[in-house]
């Protein structure tokens, strides 16, 4: 399955192998897994909680990866994005590609988080020691993902 | 009718996930639909007015000038934050 959304944990080798199990072709694969951090804007946080919004969700990853194979060739690509609560340390996201050389596999991975970041549909509430709050977009997110329309 | 959905800070703020609302002819837009939300009083008129807000027509983004229909799906949301 190229998009999962799910509370569980993954597991890393597993996805990591999927994307190259009998193609023999694939020569490179590139992937991501961006973690829950114990600091942001200067404040400890314990845990995060992710909301997102269940159909449009995978629709919204699925043709971020459709657009990636339109602009790569790529043998596979896939998304796995956890939602629900999660504590510092654990993966939130795994973004894999796997292509023929490793240039198109490093671009895509690339693409596919900033589009992640820009486009689907999900949300962070972080838990710190002065309550809950909602993370704000980034701006430095919205420029990354400009530059692939550039 | 049409479904309208709020997510994430929207929700907690408006204090409402999801309404239906009746599509009467001054409503051609999302655009539209977002000015008649606004004017329910002064929070709904501080949070759909940021300029940050997204919007989704049926499960897919969209701009504000996006015609609405019968029967779609709209939602409004803060700027979005996975990865």
């Known amino acids: 399955m190229p998009v999962q959304v799910q509370t569980e944990l993954f597991d890393l080798g597993e996805l990591t192998r999927s994307l190259h199990a009998e193609e023999p072709g694939v020569g490179a694969v590139a992937t991501f897994v961006g973690y829950v951090r114990d600091l942001n804007q200067g404040d400890q946080v314990s845990e995060l909680f992710l909301e997102h919004y269940p159909g449009m969700t995978e629709r919204s990853l699925q043709q971020i990866i459709d657009r990636a194979h339109q602009r790569w060739p790529l043998q596979r690509a896939s998304i796995v994005h956890r939602v629900g609560a999660l504590k510092v340390g654990e993966p939130i996201v795994f973004v894999g590609v796997a292509s023929e050389h490793r240039q198109e596999a490093f671009d895509a991975c690339n693409f596919l988080m900033d589009y992640l970041k820009t486009h689907a549909p999900f949300w962070k509430r972080e838990h710190t020691p002065s309550g809950e709050r909602w993370v704000e977009g980034r701006e430095s997110d919205q420029l990354a993902v400009n530059r692939w329309t550039a | ?83």
Request: hydrophobic share 40%.
């Open chain 2, 1 to 83: 009718m049409i479904l309208v959905n709020y997510f994430a800070r929207y929700r907690e703020q408006l204090g409402i996930g999801g309404e239906k609302i009746a599509l009467d002819g001054s409503l051609r837009t999302i655009a539209d639909l977002r000015q008649h939300l606004c004017a329910r009083g002064e929070t709904w008129q501080q949070v759909l007015g940021e300029t940050s807000l997204m919007c989704a027509l049926n499960q897919e983004l969209c701009t504000p000038d996006a015609p609405i229909e019968d029967f779609d799906e709209i939602a409004f949301f803060p700027q979005v934050t996975g990865g």
